[in-house]
């Protein structure tokens, strides 16, 4: 069993940026691809980003490249996502997932765990 649990989520105005944390605890993350989503109110949850095991590859929905970097480090179990350059359509609630397997998905229901989320609001 893991738990995940987010934060860094909060209200900055447009073009600001946040930093998100995705902390594990229960096993270690290290041996997974590491992801994550968001929500935004009445739609449906899509893909943001994901990580290898190691941190040497990465994928970005593209929305969201060139704006944001997952990162991770493996010592902490933690997974981390900056947010740069914030715009008011990246309003959502970020969730972190943890992926069984090796390379990038971008499915949801590729992912077995998932931490509750964080609120991210972007004013304009």
């Known amino acids: 069993q893991v738990q995940l649990v987010e934060s860094g989520g909060g209200l900055v105005q447009a073009g600001g940026s946040l930093r998100l944390s995705c902390a594990a605890s229960g096993r270690t993350l290290s041996s997974y691809s590491m992801g994550w989503f968001r929500q935004a109110p009445g739609k449906e949850r899509e893909f943001v980003t ?69 609120q991210v609001t972007v004013s304009s």
Do not use: H
């Open 50 to 118: 994901a990580i290898s095991p190691s941190g040497l590859s990465t994928r970005y929905a593209d929305s969201v490249k060139g704006r944001f970097t997952i990162s991770r480090d493996n010592a902490k179990n933690t997974v981390y996502l900056q947010m740069n350059s914030l715009k008011p359509e990246d309003t959502a609630v970020y969730y972190c997932a943890r992926s069984g397997a090796r390379i990038l998905l971008t499915s949801l229901d590729r992912y077995d765990y998932w931490g509750q989320g964080t």
